[in-house]
């Protein structure tokens, strides 16, 4: 049977692994929304990217090398 001392010790522990944990996860969904955002900045630009290379695609077409 374990001690008092021994009870409390790994109670301590536990609680040590739990905030640590909460603070990794905090980390993870702070990258995440950032990463997120940045995803959705970059849509238009991408939007315009691929409507130039389409319109240069046509424009192209008939170009033989």
Same mark, same amino acid.
């Given at each position: 049977?374990?001690?008092? %001392?021994?009870? #409390? %010790?790994? +109670?301590? !522990?536990?609680?040590? @692994? =739990? =905030? +640590? @944990? &909460? /603070?990794?996860?905090?980390? /993870? /969904? /702070?990258?995440? #929304? &950032?990463? =997120? $955002?940045?995803? @959705?900045?970059?849509?238009?630009?991408?939007? &315009?990217? &691929? $409507?130039?290379?389409? #319109?240069?695609?046509?424009?192209? !077409?008939?170009?033989?090398?």
């Amino acid at each position: 049977m374990a001690s008092a %001392r021994d009870i #409390r %010790r790994r +109670i301590k !522990s536990i609680k040590s @692994t =739990q =905030q +640590i @944990t &909460k /603070a990794m996860k905090m980390v /993870a /969904a /702070a990258k995440l #929304r &950032k990463s =997120q $955002e940045r995803v @959705t900045a970059s849509r238009p630009f991408a939007g &315009k990217i &691929k $409507e130039v290379l389409a #319109r240069l695609a046509v424009s192209n !077409s008939g170009v033989s090398h």
